[in-house]
């Protein structure tokens, strides 16, 4: 199996722009996690999905962000308008089942600056 | 206080010695998971726990349910095992994951 597979790896974007990130989930997985990490505040969970359907969005910093999963096998986390303090690690993240013991496995995450 | 606490957070050694990593948390979880991050950003998940102890290669897990404890240990230490090691612990009924801060490992040749 491939893994978690997350595209870009890297994305560099201006102040203001629309920022587009992708996530392709390992196939099977019921659950997908999108996470955000920067040195401040660490790992923070955005928004969790549940087959499909997105469970909670509580940790969504703001309207700016918006996360969909339009089927099993890919989810979008969109950012618009980009501004500077959105420059981190995303990390999507999915899982076999529903309970809070299965492992989550990552993916290698895309690393955003917005300049 | 935070929820999930490591230490230390930093720890340099030299190459050959044994390791330990602790985690304490506060609230009641169903799982604890230790993840390795390397210096290029990828996170793997090393273990999950519910109780007792996990061994992989030189890794070894513990967990005391009763204390609240956890320990991450690695023997005959490398410099490739120079990561950060995060602890984070699934709270009963729960989905989310409650993170600690990492311990950055660095393992000197």
């Known amino acids: 199996d491939a893994g978690v597979i997350q595209s870009p790896r890297h994305e560099v974007t201006e102040m203001g722009q629309e920022v587009t990130l992708r996530c392709k989930p390992i196939s099977g997985h019921n659950s997908l996690f999108w996470y955000r990490q920067t040195m401040m505040r660490g790992l923070e969970l955005l928004i969790y999905f549940n087959n499909n359907v997105p469970i909670d969005d509580s940790g969504m910093p703001e309207d700016r962000f918006s996360a969909k999963m339009p089927n099993a096998s890919f989810s979008t986390l969109k950012i618009q308008p980009s501004e500077p303090r959105d420059s981190a690690v995303y990390f999507c993240a999915s899982r076999r089942g529903t309970s809070g013991t299965d492992t989550q496995y990552f993916g290698p995450g895309t690393r955003l600056t917005v300049l | 206080k935070n929820e999930v606490e490591q230490s230390p957070q930093n720890l340099t050694a030299q190459e050959g010695e044994f390791i330990t990593i602790n985690c304490s948390y506060s609230v009641g979880i169903s799982a604890l998971h230790w993840l390795q991050q390397h210096p290029g950003g990828g996170i793997v998940s090393l273990f999950m726990?519910?109780?007792?102890?996990k061994k992989h290669g030189r890794l070894i897990a513990t967990i005391n349910i009763q204390e609240k404890h956890s320990s991450l240990h690695i023997t005959a230490s490398h410099p490739r095992d120079s990561a950060v090691y995060i602890c984070?612990?699934?709270?009963?009924?729960?989905?989310?994951?409650?993170w600690g801060a990492g311990t950055k490992l660095i393992i000197k040749p």
């Open positions: 726990l519910s109780s007792g102890k």
């Open positions: 984070a612990v699934h709270m009963d009924s729960n989905y989310q994951l409650i």
